[in-house]
C-alpha cells in the first residue's frame, strides 16, 4: 500500500510539473526500480533549484520509507513553513511523532490537523487513540465519535468507541455502540467478538450475559476457529462458572499460540487467565488489560499511507 500511494503522488507530480522538465518521471522510474535514495538525491536537487512544499512532503515521505524520520520530520516541517494551511502536512508529521514515541507531539499535530480540516477521519480515530493512551476516556469518545460522524463503517472505530466507554464506565453504552456496529457491518465477526466479551466480563451483572456470549464466541469458534475465538470461548465458559472448561480452553490457546510463535504479548495475559480459572474466579471488567482483550487493533489510522 505504501508503495501503491507514493506512485500516486508521483504521478501526480508528473501532471503538475510536466511542462517544466522530466524530474519527477526520473524520480518516479528510480522509485520503482527500488533505487529510493537515487530519488531521494534527485529530489533534493530538484528542490534546490525549485522549493515547493508538495516537493518537501514527497521527500518527507520518501525518507520515511527508508526510515530516516529524523530527516523525514525535516522536510515536513520544511513543507509546513511554507504552506501551513495544508491538514495532511500536520496529520504527517503527527505519524512522525507517534513513530518516534512522542505522543504528546503526536496529538499536537493530530489536532491541528483536524483543526484545519474538520473532515480529516484518520486524524480523529489517531486522537481517540492517543486520549486512550493518556487515560482520557471521555476525549478519546469524542474524537471516536466525530470519526464514525464521517466513516461509519470501519470495525476498528466501533470497538475503540465502546472500549473508551467502558473506561469511562458507561458498559451500557459499550453495549449499544458494538451492538449497533453489528448492524451497520453486516454481523462482523470482529465486532460479534468484542460484543461476546463484554457481555461475559461486564462488571454491571444486570448486564452481564454469559450465556449469550458462550452461544456468541462457540459460533465463532465453530465457523471462523483462531485463537482469538479460543479466548473469547474461555472467557464465556468462565462467566457461565464452567471452570474446568475454560481452563482447558486457554491452555489449548496458549498450546498454539506457542506452537505458532506468535502474539507473545497475549500469552502473560492467558496465563494470568489460567490462575483465576485454577481458583475458580471469573475474570471481571478486565478494560484495563485493553491490548490483550481483542485482536491488535490500537494503531495508528493508515500511518504507513
Avoid: C
Wanted: cysteine-free; overall charge negative; charged content about 25%.
Amino acid at each position: 500500500m505504501k508503495k501503491l500511494t507514493l506512485f500516486l503522488i508521483l504521478t501526480l507530480f508528473i501532471y503538475s510539473f510536466q511542462s517544466k522538465d522530466n524530474t519527477f518521471q526520473q524520480i518516479t522510474k528510480l522509485y520503482e526500480k527500488g533505487k529510493i535514495s537515487e530519488a531521494i538525491e534527485r529530489l533534493k536537487e530538484h528542490l534546490q533549484q525549485t522549493p515547493t512544499p508538495e516537493g518537501y512532503l514527497l521527500l518527507a515521505k520518501l525518507y520515511k520509507e527508508i526510515g530516516a524520520l529524523s530527516l523525514s520530520k525535516e522536510a515536513i516541517k520544511k513543507a509546513i513553513e511554507m504552506d501551513p494551511s495544508k491538514s495532511d502536512y500536520y496529520s504527517f508529521l503527527g505519524s512522525l511523532y507517534s513513530f518516534l514515541g512522542d505522543w504528546e507531539q503526536s496529538l499536537k499535530y493530530f489536532e491541528k490537523s483536524v483543526q484545519l480540516n474538520p473532515q480529516d477521519f484518520a486524524s480523529w480515530f489517531n486522537i481517540g487513540n492517543l486520549y486512550l493512551r493518556f487515560g482520557k476516556p471521555e476525549e478519546a469518545i469524542r474524537a471516536f465519535e466525530k470519526f464514525l460522524s464521517i466513516q461509519e463503517d470501519d470495525q476498528f472505530a466501533y470497538v475503540n468507541t465502546a472500549l473508551s466507554l467502558l473506561f469511562a464506565n458507561r458498559e451500557k453504552e459499550a453495549l449499544e455502540i458494538i451492538d449497533k456496529g453489528i448492524k451497520k457491518l453486516n454481523n462482523s465477526t470482529f465486532l460479534k467478538h468484542a460484543l461476546a466479551r463484554i457481555l461475559a466480563t461486564a462488571q454491571d451483572e444486570s448486564l452481564r450475559n454469559p450465556e449469550k456470549a458462550y452461544t456468541i464466541a462457540h459460533e465463532i469458534a465453530t465457523t471462523e476457529p483462531s485463537e482469538e475465538a479460543l479466548l473469547t470461548v474461555g472467557l464465556s465458559l468462565a462467566s457461565l462458572g464452567d471452570f474446568q472448561s475454560a481452563y482447558k480452553t486457554i491452555s489449548e490457546t496458549i498450546k498454539v499460540l506457542e506452537s505458532r510463535n506468535i502474539r507473545n504479548d497475549l500469552l502473560p495475559y492467558l496465563y494470568s487467565l489460567l490462575d483465576k480459572f485454577n481458583n475458580n474466579e471469573i475474570e471481571i471488567a478486565p478494560w484495563y488489560k485493553l491490548k490483550y482483550l481483542l485482536p491488535q487493533h490500537l494503531l495508528e489510522y493508515k500511518l504507513g499511507d
